[in-house]
């Protein structure tokens, strides 16, 4: 069962501890999220804010509409949607939206997430919202999106999918740094599901397999 804190991750994660008890040989971690990010210049070629869309994995995705009381096939109710992102943006900023922004090699302060908003299409929902910079800085942004317990994987978009540069100088260009390898299985390290559930928010285990996005301009 998650430790309490991973309940509020995202809105409809009110009923994994069931979905946990009801599966208890599933692999840690328990989420699948792929990754495409929104890179947001200003004129004079500073970063002012980071547009995240997240796109769940088809299994938590048709848990989540069951959740909602929808069926996993059919239309999802757009105002349960627009609903359940706004709850996502505000639980979302007890982990700090699972983002870490360096400029120049030093972390940038965001601000609170805008503009939410979530889709179910093909049998996946995506969630997206903004990341405002405090202030915009120019200079060679490091993004990493990752949970340090690893209770949720994160994974950019396959092939050139995983950024876009909004207003960015003509010079920037964007690259994937992604692990060498996924985490393990416990059973091949010895870990059981209790050495992840042990884990606080203080934790760094999942650091390893976090995936970078950088922008050099």
């Known amino acids: 069962m998650p430790r309490p804190y991973r309940l509020p991750l995202l809105?409809?994660?009110a009923s994994a501890a069931a979905l946990t008890a009801a599966t208890p040989a599933l692999?840690?971690?328990?989420v699948w999220i792929t990754t495409k990010a929104e890179l947001d210049y200003g004129p004079d070629g500073a970063l002012r804010a980071v547009r995240h869309a997240w796109t769940f994995d088809p299994?938590?995705?048709a848990f989540a509409v069951q959740g909602l009381g929808q069926s996993p096939t059919g239309p999802v109710n757009p105002a349960a949607l627009a609903a359940l992102a706004r709850d996502n943006a505000e639980n979302l900023d007890e982990q700090g939206y699972f983002t870490l922004l360096k400029i120049n090699g030093h972390k940038q302060e965001l601000g609170k997430a805008a503009d939410p908003a979530m889709t179910f299409a093909d049998g996946q929902l995506t969630l997206r919202f903004t990341l405002p910079l405090k202030a915009p800085v120019a200079g060679t942004a490091s993004l990493e999106v990752?949970?340090?317990?690893y209770?949720?994987?994160f994974s950019l978009a396959d092939g050139d999918g995983f950024a876009t540069?909004?207003?960015a100088?003509?010079?920037?260009?964007a690259t994937a740094h992604r692990p060498k390898s996924a985490a393990p299985a416990p059973a091949a390290t010895g870990m059981s599901e209790a050495f992840?559930?042990?884990?606080t928010a203080a934790s760094t285990y999942g650091v390893q397999f976090a995936n970078r996005i950088v922008v050099a301009c």
């Open 146 to 149: 990752f949970d340090p317990t």
């Open 11 to 13: 809105a409809f994660l």
């Open 165 to 167: 540069l909004k207003g």
């Open 169 to 173: 100088p003509s010079a920037c260009r």
């Open 151 to 153: 209770f949720v994987a």
């Open 27 to 30: 692999a840690h971690p328990h």
């Open 196 to 199: 992840f559930e042990a884990m």
């Open 59 to 61: 299994t938590y995705s």
